[in-house]
């Protein structure tokens, strides 16, 4: 099946490493050309490497995504480098989780500008390319925990639920250009972030894993590339009539859809 992705120019926040990259290797895969972001150089370029080996064109920017300057930078440099942007993908951000009592002004500070004001930002440099075009996909990142909050998962959990927000109330005010706005919420997947939460807990990665996945009714943790994969379809043509909504991708973990 021809998804329609051949030749399209995706920007995707939080590229190097984890569900970023894994993103951008499958839209790689898929012919698309390929603009991302991260703060770290040696690890970006590190991903950019990897899609070149697919042949794909990609464009590596060191920026930070709770950085108005450096977002905004980032959008500018994929048009100057590719012309147009088709698809972005919201994805930077972290999952801190902390009881209320223990954050402060400063880490809500820190969590909204990462988790919500960088994919205001992203969207208000992209819209308007997108607009001209006549067309766009745009996908935000989030949690599955942002449908059902609980304690002690403070501030993200309030970030995120900002985040569905914005997803709904774009798809609306953006349905008459035809760009298109959803989000994909995720529950526990591998990544950087997960072998980390290992470490301080005192076990190996794959305890963490098969501890962990024993609490999933699939099992298991998911895999990058299986966001990837729902990312991908929300970006493509199979997905032309789906717009304001937020896809679970957590193994059955979410107990609200």
Known sequence: MDLGLKGKVVAITGG??????????????????????????????????EVRKLGAEVLAVVADASSADD????????????????????NAGGTGQSPFDKVDDEAWKNDIDIKIMAQVRTARAAIPHMQKQGSGRIINLNMVAAKQPGAGQFP??????????????????????????????VGK???MGQERRAL??????????IKTGKTIPLGRMGESVEVANVI??????AASYVTGTCINVDGGLSGVL
């Open 189 to 191: 997947i591998k990544t």
């Open 71 to 90: 977002i905004t930078r980032f959008i500018e440099q994929t048009i100057q480098r590719f012309g147009r942007i088709d698809i972005l993908v919201n």
């Open 232 to 237: 991908v379809f929300l970006a493509s043509d």
């Open 200 to 209: 301080r807990s005192g076990l190996s990665v794959e305890e963490h894993y």
């Open 156 to 185: 993200t959990i309030v970030s995120r639920a900002a985040g569905l927000a914005l997803t709904k109330a774009l798809s609306k005010e953006l349905a008459a250009d035809n760009i298109l706005v959803n989000a994909v919420a």
């Open 16 to 49: 190097s490493e984890g569900i970023g990259k894994a993103t951008a290797i499958r839209f790689a895969e898929l012919g698309a050309k390929i603009a991302i972001c991260a703060r770290r150089a040696e690890v970006l370029e590190k991903t950019a490497s």
